[in-house]
């Protein structure tokens, strides 16, 4: 008797995971389902999955329409900048909160502590201000510069990582005559890439889908980011719903990929950014 | 003592990047927003020095208390729903066969980009011919316009936040779970300890540390809404939806309002500050850490 409630038991627990699973699958599906019919066919009640023929033109018209190629373009170049130069810069510094020694390291430590606590919603009046004086407005370099050399919590995260690597490796290295610099990128980088990766990960997603920043900061179309093409698209086609879809499909689709493909990777970094409270 | 000095000299160097990029985009700016909030500014011509005049102006302003009980409101559905449903989903499916396919799919939203999934999902809730409607009508409800009325569009947008986030917290939870050591499991159940008794009695407890880091997060980047209000209502209908960030952003760059966007901006900033220092108080009474 026992046996058999608790396969009913499992049974039902696998029924609702699976609803809640297709919540939150169903918003993609349908967005490439109406993606590919034709402007009279999403009105059809009641609604179908598919109508033939397939209307790929909507891909098409995105395409044609707005700069798409160059947006990603502008994404990647924007994105892959902050992170690499992020990760550089954090993981040099959590080297040197976590390992040098050096007078007011302490002091400078909560200083990052407390940068970590101000939100870009704050900032964003002032950084507007110093962009423009700064002739910056309207050009990546607005996006690029605060991403790249401030991310508190990044040096924070590596700081607490790199802590944690016993003392005893660098101070061999410092009698076989390492150089500093030496140690940061024969030891201490290779010792810390599983956390560099989760950084990367996090970082990446976040960058990528960044909206706000370059709302304030860019205004011309041939500089736009993907996230904000996609806004503007919004308003050109407004109603035109099997184009609108194909435009997020557009934007949508190669990160899912992405995520499917790498979804240990990405999983396993946004577990450990998450876990060192 | 040579050592010593090239060691030090290291040192700065190595943190100067991130140091001198922290004064300029992060301390310099906040210094220059308290500054900006005591001043009126076009954007244009010079600040001009006002006083307090901003914030009199501020808090007698409806859009500010406005924006204010439209965040708190919606927060008070995004942060629970978010925390319990990411501790309820990690732990049903923490043992179960197909725990990768299930967190695969309650991740997916999280990867995709605020734009896009709120175009999805204005789709989805268009009042005439969405699918949500089709939905409910199998129920037989009469069709709804869900994010165009006054009373829905707060909860709805909270509802949609929850679907595009849950993901972080559930894997979060999920890598806390794991952590606990089964013996604690085993050793209630030689004792007799039911499901739920087993849940308050070990997994609660044992995850309060992580519970607690997540709730923060998740309350200051409930504060922070903005990119899907701003893409789906844009504040509407008649601001039943507009929210702080959105209330800064309009001030500031809509109405070139820059001083008293400032003060918003740091009364946003200052609000924020009290909260995680009493959730970091309360903390103390209920997270146990592991001795």
């Not at chain 1, 806004?231 to 499909?249: D, E, H, S």
């Not at chain 2, 500054?35 to 302003?61: H, M, R, T």
């Not at chain 2, 199998?138 to 316009?145: D, M, R, T, V, W």
């Not at chain 2, 006054?150 to 999920?174: E, K, R, S």
């Amino acid at each position: 008797m026992k046996h058999k409630s608790n396969i009913l038991v499992s049974v039902i627990k696998h029924f609702v995971l699976i609803c809640i699973a297709a919540i939150m699958v169903f918003p993609f599906v349908w967005m490439v389902s109406t993606s590919l019919k034709d402007t009279y066919a999403v009105y059809s009640y009641p609604p179908k999955f598919f109508s033939w023929p397939l209307e790929f033109a909507n891909y098409q018209s995105v395409w044609t329409s707005l700069p798409f190629g160059a947006a990603f373009l502008n994404s990647l170049t924007i994105t892959v900048l902050i992170v690499f130069f992020q990760l550089f810069t954090a993981s040099m510094a959590a080297f040197s909160f976590a390992k040098l020694k050096f007078k007011g390291r302490e002091t400078l430590f909560i200083l990052i502590l407390a940068t970590m606590m101000i939100p870009e919603q704050v900032t964003m009046i002032p950084l507007f201000k110093m962009f423009t004086a700064a002739n910056l407005i309207d050009t990546h370099w607005a996006l690029i510069l605060p991403g790249a050399f401030c991310y508190p919590f990044g040096v924070f995260m590596l700081r607490q990582f790199i802590k944690g690597l016993p003392d005893a490796l660098m101070e061999a290295a410092r009698i076989d005559g390492c150089s500093y610099p030496k140690i940061y990128y024969k030891i201490i980088l290779p010792l810390s890439k599983s956390s560099i990766m989760a950084l990367l990960i996090f970082s990446f997603l976040q960058n990528w889908n960044s909206f706000l920043y370059p709302l304030l900061f860019l205004n011309t179309q041939e500089k736009f980011t993907l996230p904000l093409m996609l806004n503007i698209f919004k308003g050109l086609y407004f109603t035109n719903w099997p184009v609108l879809m194909a435009a997020a499909g557009v934007v949508v689709i190669p990160v899912i990929i992405v995520y499917l493909i790498a979804q240990k990777y990405i999983i396993e970094g946004i577990a450990i950014t998450g876990m060192k409270g | 003592m040579k050592g010593n000095k090239t060691e030090s000299l290291y040192g700065y160097l190595f943190i100067t990047p991130q140091i001198v990029g922290l004064t300029i985009f992060s301390i310099i700016p906040i210094i220059s927003v308290f500054y900006l909030s005591f001043c009126q500014w076009d954007a244009v011509s010079d600040p001009i020095f006002v006083g307090v005049q901003n914030y009199i102006e501020e808090i007698k302003d409806p859009n500010f208390s406005k924006a204010a009980l439209n965040t708190l409101l919606y927060s008070l559905i995004y942060i629970p729903g978010n925390i319990i449903i990411a501790l309820l989903l990690a732990v049903a499916i923490k043992n179960i066969k197909g725990k990768t396919a299930y967190r695969l799919c309650y991740f997916l939203p999280a990867v995709t980009g605020s734009v896009a999934m709120s175009m999805i999902w204005l789709w989805i809730l268009e009042p005439n011919a969405g699918i949500m409607n089709y939905f409910l009508s199998i129920f037989g409800i009469e069709k709804l316009n869900l994010l165009g009325n006054m009373a829905t569009v707060i909860p709805t947008i909270g509802c949609i936040a929850v679907w595009y986030n849950v993901g972080y917290n559930v894997v979060i939870y999920i890598a806390g779970l794991e952590g606990i050591p089964g013996v604690y499991y085993e050793a209630a159940m030689i004792d007799g300890a039911n499901p739920v008794t087993r849940f308050f009695k070990i997994t609660l407890p044992m995850m309060s540390p992580t519970i607690f880091f997540t709730t923060i997060m998740t309350t200051i980047a409930s504060f922070k809404v903005f990119d899907q209000v701003f893409v789906m209502t844009n504040g509407g209908p008649s601001k039943a939806s507009y929210m702080y960030v959105l209330h800064i952003y309009d001030y500031g760059f809509k109405q070139f309002k820059m001083g008293q966007s400032s003060t918003a901006a740091v009364i946003f900033f200052v609000l924020l500050l009290i909260l995680t220092i009493i959730q970091n108080i309360m903390s103390k009474r209920w997270v146990n850490y592991e001795t």
